[in-house]
């Protein structure tokens, strides 16, 4: 089956760092994506790993671990609108059809 | 910029209605899909259409059909709309490439069934 497990809520304070980890079993693997999405807003896009490794961008890190079926977001000094929720999703397969979604992690930063 | 437009952003219906949501994208993205959001359940695919007349399945299609007569445009309809269909409905579309697959989500539009 297709399983992506994330933590449900998490908490930090304003300039601080927050690790948001990201557990997937999924019947194939083409990508990994985050999501952010504000209350009652579309979800936006983050980040994207295919490959092992660390990519960065901003004060926003995404790691991936293929052999692990592991991946993080690293959110480095927080701000007050950094408090969202943050989506995992796993591409399935190669035509971009079945990304596959995590419950979200919501974030909440306070001063 | 990728834009995904949804015809609404709040909708109120009746028991029984038959309701239509409407999403349009810009960027001529063969793929176009259609989620519904829950607390708690997170986002589950409704139906998908990879190309003009095609569509698939996803987890949750009871209660639902779509329509794609148009690269650019999918529908979803509620044939008799229950009060277990209100959620908030978001469409997303992607290219058919698996090097630019990000999908795009439009603002969504949150159904209220009465």
């Known amino acids: 089956g297709q399983n992506i497990d994330q933590p449900t809520e998490m908490t930090a304070t304003e300039g601080a760092i927050v690790q948001i980890n990201c557990t997937y079993q999924?019947?194939?693997?083409?990508?990994l994506f985050w999501y952010q999405q504000h209350a009652g807003e579309a979800p936006t896009f983050l980040s994207y790993?295919?490959?092992?490794g660390l990519e960065e961008k901003g004060r926003f890190s995404s790691f991936l671990s293929r052999s692990k079926g592991y991946s993080y977001l690293l959110l480095k000094e927080l701000q007050m609108k950094d408090s969202a929720s943050y989506l995992c999703?796993?591409?399935?397969?190669?035509?971009?059809?079945?990304?596959?979604f995590g419950k979200g992690t919501t974030l909440s930063v306070s001063s | 910029d990728v834009k995904v437009t949804q015809s609404s952003r709040y909708l109120v219906k009746r028991t029984g209605e038959k309701v239509f949501l409407e999403c349009v994208q810009d960027?001529?993205?063969?793929?176009m899909f259609w989620y519904r959001q829950d607390p708690g359940l997170g986002l589950r695919l409704i139906y998908f259409?990879?190309?003009?007349?095609?569509?698939e399945k996803g987890d949750i299609p009871e209660g639902y059909s779509v329509s794609r007569e148009k690269k650019e445009r999918f529908s979803l309809i509620l044939e008799s709309a229950s009060t277990n269909q209100t959620s908030m409905y978001l469409c997303?579309?992607?290219?058919?490439?698996?090097?630019?697959?990000?999908?795009?989500f439009g603002p969504g539009t949150r159904l209220t069934v009465t």
């Open positions: 999924t019947s194939g693997f083409n990508g």
């Open positions: 960027m001529d993205h063969e793929n």
């Open positions: 997303a579309s992607s290219r058919g490439l698996a090097g630019d697959p990000p999908q795009y």
């Open positions: 999703a796993v591409l399935a397969n190669q035509a971009g059809t079945a990304l596959i």
């Open positions: 259409s990879y190309d003009v007349k095609m569509k």
């Open positions: 790993n295919v490959l092992d």
